[in-house]
């Protein structure tokens, strides 16, 4: 069965904008999709408590400095499975509010000024409109600074963390350890 991409190039795509307005009005540009997932769930899961949804990494600009580059992650909710093709009104019932669980662990690690994590630049909560996937639903933006070094992995593939020597991973998790707050 093809996979459904819910944060579709009609809403966002390389001429997307996101304005966030806290605690300054800074302006950002979609230039590249660097990826997506999914996790589209049933209505039995959602009953025990996960959440249907899919996450966006792209590449953004700032449109005032076209040199100023980002992370933004998108989280936006999205329809239990078999129901996709339902009207909007019948989506929007399954709307839900609250952050995800990786954008939470995020903001806690900003709010309690983690010094080891990547750099929170802007963070927006709003709901999906009523041409989107759940209307109502959950959407969140987090815009993060680019760091350099090499990616040890997502939640998807750990492989070049795994990949390295039983020494480079022990240094890196406690250097990790000793420099957490």
Same mark, same amino acid.
């Given at each position: 069965m093809p996979t459904i991409r819910f944060l579709s190039d009609y809403h966002f795509n390389k001429e997307t904008q996101v304005d966030f307005k806290q605690p300054e009005h800074y302006t950002w540009r979609i230039a590249e999709r660097l990826g997506e997932d999914?996790?589209?769930?049933?209505?039995?899961?959602?009953?025990g408590g996960a959440k249907s949804g899919a996450t966006g990494l792209f590449l953004c600009e700032n449109i005032l400095d076209t040199f100023q580059r980002v992370h933004m992650r998108i989280y936006m909710q =999205? %329809?239990?499975i078999g129901t996709e093709f339902d009207p909007p009104f019948k989506r929007a019932e399954q709307a839900i509010h609250g952050t995800p669980q990786e954008a939470a662990a995020f903001l806690k690690f900003y709010d309690e000024g983690s010094t080891i994590t990547l750099a929170l630049l802007r963070y927006k909560n709003t709901t999906q409109d009523d041409n989107?996937? =759940? %209307?109502?639903g959950f959407l969140i933006f987090l815009v993060w600074e680019i760091v350099p070094g090499l990616?040890?992995?997502?939640?998807?593939s750990r492989k070049q963390f795994f990949n390295l020597d039983q020494a480079e991973r022990n240094l890196i998790r406690e250097t990790f350890l000793r420099n957490r707050k």
């Open positions: 999914c996790t589209q769930a049933d209505k039995t899961e959602t009953d =999205v %329809p239990l989107m996937s =759940v %209307p109502g990616r040890l992995g997502n939640r998807v």
